[in-house]
């Protein structure tokens, strides 16, 4: 069943233009210029319930305008958004009662109170009765492991605790979809692993459905199972993650460890990364030549170890970003 | 209602932890009483009644004035609310169930809730200290008083909200605090409209000034009932006016969102 649906939505910001200098100052008082810019370009998907889906895109792609008019913060120039079943624009409020959402740039939670208390005024705006608050705030402690800090004034928590206590208030009245824009950023890896985890059990637990916009490749590998990727204003790609990687993976690093020296004879679709004393790197494109064909090349007496891989999920969508449209 | 007032609550919980800044607010808040009450004497050194008003009740105006205006003052409008809408910040804060618009105006009053308090209390004993107890003033009208007391913090936040929701079309609104911060201290806290030039005073009495800031001061040192029928009637009437126009300019502001780059 789908839970999100867009229809060709569109959102345009009209940005001043100004020439550089004093003149170009003046100028732009009396005849200022305006540009169109196509932040979302009539783009069309939709999301099931329970999945984890990865928005993705370069810097000014058009996700977190995106997100914002399914959230109901930003009204769209044309087309058409359900989210449950609901038009954000005309059922604003009734839809805030369904979904969740976490700005990882921005804080929602009162800087100067105590977890405690910020999850208690969240309860109370989304109308949950004080019993059922405190049986929540418990059941999400169990999940989000924040008791050791419950007490202790939002602006005194780390950057790590901090989000976690911002996704534990974000669904705090157990919302159907959960939108979240960056929430790992500028987090360890430790804590980003956990977050991760926070999520996964989440969706599994609540079937809590997540839009998750990121640019760490390691949220998307780990959590999703499907991705849009966003370019300009327009989905360049809306695939499910083995797809992609099937699709995308014709290119293999070989790493061969040496002794003494191994020459690679220079065929078609080979393509040296690195060639130091002791390691050799290559990409194979396995279109033009199967990767076994490469290995028969090579001189086994003077090799110690090879390791074949495939190309890292970055590369693949930095290449997605390259080749439909610009960067 | 109920969730407004929780948000309300937990902005005085908040502010709770920091009353001890007010220290120094009072330090020259005390300055300002001191100052004003020694001019009003020497004003009044050779009259008893100067436009309707004894000493004892100019100084008393002065005072409650100065109390209102130090007690009700914060950044949440002025700077916060501002910054929201230029920053895009406003995101994070207008997709939950409430009215946004109500939502600062909650959180306002939680925050200046306990300073206005704590500023008329220590301005009724600086009062007593430097002036002596107010003429003429039944505590049995105390009811009346505070209604239009806490009309005219409600009315006076919700004209800062309209100028702070001018930030959806103006890049720089500082300027129009400014100039509404001094014509409200200026004409509503330093003098009564009474002191005004006589063809000036039935214009200020259709402005905010009459029904924020010399309506609760003239009562209360002047208390009739002819007057609080007057200013009930102007409170009433800014406070729809005010908050209709609030909630038309947040209607029109929101298609205006600049949340372009994330």
Same mark, same amino acid.
């Given at each position: ?26 100028k ?36 977190s ?24 624009v ?12 976490v ?34 705030i ?20 780390s ?38 985890v926070?999520i ?41 993650m ?6 995308y ?40 030549r199967?990767?076994s ?15 074949i891989?495939?190309i ?11 080749s439909?449209?610009?960067? | 209602?109920k ?8 902005s ?52 409650l ?50 300073? &206005? %308090?704590?500023?008329?209390? /220590?301005? !009724?004993?600086?009062? @007593?200290?430097? +002036?002596? $107890? *107010?003429?003429? #003033? ?8 505070? &209604? %239009?007391?806490?009309?005219? /913090?409600? !009315?006076?936040?919700? @004209?800062?909200? +309209?100028? $702070? *929701?001018?930030? #959806? ?7 129009i605090?400014? %100039?509404?911060?001094?014509i ?11 002191? *005004? ?15 924020c ?50």
């Amino acid at each position: 069943m789908n839970i999100i649906e867009a229809q060709n939505l569109s959102k345009n910001f009209k940005v001043k233009i100004k020439e550089s200098g004093f003149k170009g100052s003046l100028k732009s008082i009396f005849s200022p210029k305006f540009e169109n810019i196509n932040a979302v370009n009539s783009i069309n998907f939709s999301v099931k319930k329970g999945e984890i889906l990865a928005f993705i895109g370069p810097n000014g792609a058009g996700k977190s305008t995106t997100i914002k008019m399914l959230t109901s913060i930003l009204h769209p120039d044309s087309g058409n958004i359900k989210v449950l079943g609901l038009n954000p624009v005309k059922k604003r409020k009734q839809l805030a009662y369904k979904i969740g959402t976490v700005f990882g740039q921005k804080e929602q939670l009162w800087s100067h109170l105590t977890p405690y208390d910020n999850f208690k005024f969240f309860a109370a705006i989304y109308d949950i009765e004080n019993n059922k608050a405190k049986k929540r705030i418990s059941e999400l402690n169990k999940l989000f492991e924040f008791q050791k800090f419950i007490n202790t004034p939002v602006k005194s928590l780390s950057l790590g605790q901090r989000i976690r206590c911002e996704i534990a208030a974000s669904i705090i009245h157990n919302p159907e979809i959960l939108f979240l824009d960056e929430p790992t950023i500028g987090l360890d890896p430790v804590v980003k692993e956990k977050i991760r985890v926070f999520i996964k059990t989440m969706n599994k637990e609540y079937q809590t459905t997540v839009f998750l916009t990121s640019h760490d490749i390691g949220d998307i590998e780990k959590l999703c199972k499907r991705i849009i990727i966003m370019n300009n204003g327009k989905i360049v790609t809306d695939s499910l993650m083995e797809n992609l990687r099937c699709n995308y993976l014709t290119k293999k690093i070989l790493e061969i460890k040496i002794k003494g020296a191994v020459e690679l004879t220079h065929i078609n679709g080979l393509k040296i990364l690195k060639d130091e004393e002791s390691i050799i790197r290559a990409e194979v494109d396995t279109s033009k030549r199967d990767i076994s064909e490469v290995l028969k090349t090579l001189d086994y007496e003077n090799i110690v170890d090879i390791t074949i891989s495939n190309i890292p999920l970055e590369n693949i969508i930095s290449e997605i970003y390259s080749s439909k449209g610009e960067v | 209602m109920k969730k407004y007032f929780y948000i309300f609550k937990v902005s005085l919980i908040e502010k709770m932890q920091y009353l001890s800044n007010l220290a120094f607010d009072f330090i020259f808040f005390s300055l300002i009483v001191f100052i004003l009450t020694s001019i009003w004497r020497y004003i009044y050194s050779d009259a008893e009644i100067i436009n309707g008003y004894m000493v004892n009740q100019i100084m008393w105006y002065a005072l409650l004035a100065e109390a209102f205006w130090f007690g009700s003052r914060n950044r949440i409008f002025s700077e916060e609310m501002s910054y929201d809408i230029k920053s895009g910040n406003i995101a994070c804060k207008i997709n939950k169930p409430y009215n946004y618009i109500f939502f600062s105006l909650s959180k306002y009053l939680g925050d200046i809730f306990l300073k &206005l %308090v704590i500023f008329i209390l /220590v301005g !009724i004993i600086l009062g @007593i200290v430097f +002036i002596g $107890s *107010l003429q003429n #003033f039944h505590i049995k009208n105390l009811p009346l008083i505070a &209604l %239009v007391y806490v009309l005219g /913090v409600i !009315i006076a936040s919700a @004209i800062f909200i +309209i100028i $702070s *929701l001018s930030s #959806f079309w103006l890049e720089e609104n500082k300027s129009i605090y400014w %100039v509404y911060d001094k014509i409200i201290i200026m004409l509503g806290v330093k003098f009564p409209l009474e002191m *005004l030039p006589i063809q000036l005073q039935p214009i200020f009495k259709f402005t905010p000034i009459f029904a924020c800031a010399y309506g609760p001061m003239k009562l209360t040192v002047d208390f009739s009932m002819e007057v609080f029928y007057q200013i009930i009637i102007a409170q009433s009437l800014w406070l729809m006016g005010s908050i209709f126009l609030a909630l038309f300019m947040y209607k029109k502001g929101l298609k205006k969102i600049n949340a372009n780059g994330g």
